[in-house]
């Protein structure tokens, strides 16, 4: 195996969390103080719009997550130069950016699904790019056609082979008006940074408009990019010829701060996040009080805890923003299991992603998954065969159990209920939290959680 290979491999390690079991004495309420950096769903982002300037960028907030590793891996084997800077600032200098073998590609990008956002900026400055099969969480078939669609429409010939997609741009990449069947985050992004450097105007309707693609037009703009987001979904980009390198403090995870607040919610916590902020997490504070968890807005952060008393039963339906976040269901879900009564999560991003529960069932949960659309309106994955709304009925006792990780959010789930449950649980397949959650382990301990790694 040649030495990238043998690098790709071990990018794509897991991040502090080197033991693949860890054993869990619940019961113990999670109290104490934790640190959030850079969301994981725009560092890794702004990592490849770096690609796109004529001088180094400096990121800063940068969590040591696994999915930073795979970016970073592929960005050097594109040729970027990137160093890391103190705890979490990464400087990033593409003058050198190059071609590299689709086997090296491959390897790095094993896990993750951001080597799709290569495709704009690589066929801006190579006029070429080649992604492999995508990973990412396993939560649904999470296609790739809007994608496609996209640099299609911007003059990119898509060539699919055996080993993944090829791109070349014959014609360089001209501004298009697109419009999105569904508000994709990845779609938007693509565009956005397809759009920056083409020739002339793109009108995208129906984008994503998430705080972390907001943090992600910041940069882009700081690069010198030129671009309106209007009302009703609908963004404009003119292309400019040159980008420089962006100077910029990511955004704050806001997944992993409603992750921990849910964690407070469960174990009958008092967990301090520092780093959250209220404008960007408004609609899981609304849904959070009414479910029964307590807050404190601070400068510095938010404090969430169980006031004590019983949790009520809540009708949730996730979406894209400003709606309710996927990504926020699966820890939430846990705490819904002590409320008293009948909630219901109809989730509307993914099709699959109440996998996690069927351990919490084996926890004790009763919890039951329906193809119906419940609670809300009809979504696209009504009249399919997808069992995409949960009825949960509460309170539940939960009780110890052997778990194996699933996917990212769910792996999350399933230690918050293995730390409220009675007895000692073990988990399994944990190395897939490190893609997401930073010193995920330190900070369990900080927090006073009973457990054991098995190495
Ligand atoms: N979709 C298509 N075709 C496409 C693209 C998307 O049908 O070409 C569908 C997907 O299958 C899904 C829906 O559109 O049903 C939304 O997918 P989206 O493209 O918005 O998701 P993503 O960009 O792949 C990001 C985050 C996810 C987060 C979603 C929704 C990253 C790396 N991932 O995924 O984060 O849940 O947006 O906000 O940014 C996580 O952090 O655990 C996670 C899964």
Not at 253 to 264: G, I, L, M, P, V
Request: hydrophobic share 40%; aromatic share 6%.
């Amino acid at each position: 195996m040649n030495t990238l290979l043998q690098d790709a491999q071990a990018a794509g390690a897991s991040v502090g969390l080197t033991a693949e079991r860890v054993t869990v004495h619940g019961g113990r309420p999670l109290k104490g103080r934790i640190e959030l950096k850079g969301a994981k769903n725009l560092v890794t982002k702004a990592m490849v719009a770096s690609l796109l300037g004529e001088t180094p960028s400096e990121l800063r907030s940068v969590p040591e997550i696994s999915d930073v590793r795979v970016v970073k891996g592929l960005l050097e084997v594109h040729g970027v130069k990137v160093t890391s800077v103190g705890d979490d600032t990464l400087l990033l200098d593409p003058s050198a950016v190059e071609s590299a073998h689709f086997e090296v590609i491959d390897a790095y990008a094993g896990s993750s699904r951001i080597p799709i956002l290569f495709c704009g900026p690589l066929l801006h400055r190579l006029g070429e790019a080649f992604i492999p099969d995508l990973g990412g969480c396993r939560i649904g078939d999470r296609p790739i056609d809007f994608h496609l669609e996209g640099l299609r429409r911007f003059g990119a010939v898509v060539d699919k082979q055996p080993q993944g997609i090829r791109l070349t741009a014959p014609n360089g990449l001209k501004g298009a008006k697109i419009e999105l069947p569904y508000p994709s985050v990845g779609a938007t992004e693509q565009v956005l940074l397809t759009a920056v450097r083409a020739e002339g105007i793109t009108e995208l309707r129906g984008a994503a408009i998430e705080p972390e693609i907001m943090d992600l037009i910041n940069i882009l703009q700081k690069m010198g990019a030129i671009i309106s987001v209007d009302t009703d979904r609908v963004i404009r980009i003119e292309g400019v010829d040159r980008l420089e390198g962006y100077s910029h403090t990511a955004l704050f995870d806001r997944n992993e701060a409603a992750s921990w607040a849910s964690a407070a919610l469960a174990t009958e916590g008092d967990i301090f996040v520092g780093g959250a902020r209220q404008a960007e997490l408004g609609t899981f504070l609304n849904v959070y009080r009414k479910v029964g968890g307590a807050f404190d807005i601070h400068e510095d952060g938010i404090r969430f805890y169980h006031p004590g008393g019983k949790l009520k039963p809540a009708i949730i339906e996730t979406d894209v923003h400003p709606g309710f976040m996927t990504d926020w269901q699966q820890p939430l879900v846990v705490a819904l299991t002590k409320a008293e009564g009948v909630s219901i999560v109809h989730e509307t991003v993914y099709e699959q992603r109440f996998g996690f529960t069927d351990a919490l069932v084996d926890m004790g949960a009763q919890i039951q998954l329906h193809r119906e659309c419940l609670g809300g309106a009809e979504c696209r994955f009504g009249r399919r065969n997808f069992q995409h709304s949960a009825v949960i009925v509460g309170p539940t006792k939960l009780r110890a159990a052997d778990v194996v990780v699933p996917d990212l959010r769910g792996g999350f789930s399933h230690f918050i209920a293995a730390l409220s449950a009675e007895g000692t649980s073990t988990i399994s397949n944990i190395g897939i939290i490190a893609r997401g959650y930073e010193n995920f382990i330190a900070k369990l301990d900080a927090l006073g959680a009973d457990f054991v790694i098995e190495s």
